[in-house]
């Protein structure tokens, strides 16, 4: 089974479109757009010799969000349009969805093709409908924050859960300023980073008493 990535996506492309998203083959993935922000879903494939992988990601992008982030984090240029505010995968919305799938022939990636779909239907697009609301999407965060993270998503959720509570719920500002300030410290994050939070933590504040 030898198929270029371009190809694999690609299957998916009437499915989705049917949905509202459309294909962007320059980066490999789906987007529905909305005037405040955006759903993304990401189709990887690798191709190996023997046998390829499949694996896929929901995202959605809070443009507000990603906006004012990156004033603030290590961000490179011509990636800030293109930043996500969460990404998740399948197996985080229910267990018996898997998070890689190993393919080995084409009847077997058509089955997958096909189970994902469903998997879309019954539960992926309701979810991105879900987070695309800014409003729920923080709430996403905060009944999620204990969940384990490596230091890189620590560093990424840090900065989009205290900017979404700030402008979003103000109520839970202060619940996750400090989990995500402890949080941090105990990661034992370098310097810059902790100094970049405290910055941001800092300008958070400062809308507060402007606000107010």
Do not use: C
Request: proline letters at 4%.
């Amino acid at each position: 089974m030898i198929m270029r990535k371009l190809d694999v996506v690609g299957l998916h492309s009437e499915f989705f479109a049917e949905h509202g998203f459309e294909l962007n083959p320059t980066q490999f993935l789906f987007e529905k757009v909305f005037p405040h922000g955006k759903q993304v879903i990401y189709v990887h494939y690798v191709q190996g010799s023997k046998e390829s992988h499949l694996e896929y990601h929901l995202a959605v992008r809070i443009n507000e969000i990603e906006e004012l982030v990156v004033k603030f984090l290590a961000t490179p240029t011509n990636y800030a349009g293109r930043s996500i505010t969460l990404s998740q995968t399948p197996d985080k919305l229910g267990h018996f969805y898997p998070k890689k799938i190993t393919v080995s022939n084409d009847q077997e990636l058509a089955q997958v093709i096909n189970d994902f779909e469903i998997f879309f239907l019954t539960k992926g697009f309701k979810w991105l409908d879900q987070m695309i609301d800014p409003i729920i999407l923080e709430q996403e965060f905060l009944n999620h924050k204990e969940d384990g993270y490596e230091k890189f998503n620590l560093e990424e959720s840090a900065f989009r859960a205290t900017a979404l509570s700030k402008l979003y719920n103000p109520d839970d500002y202060p619940i996750l300023r400090q989990f995500y300030l402890e949080k941090i410290n105990s990661q034992e994050m370098t310097p810059f980073t902790i100094a970049l939070f405290l910055q941001f933590l800092n300008y958070l504040d400062k809308l507060e008493q402007v606000a107010a």
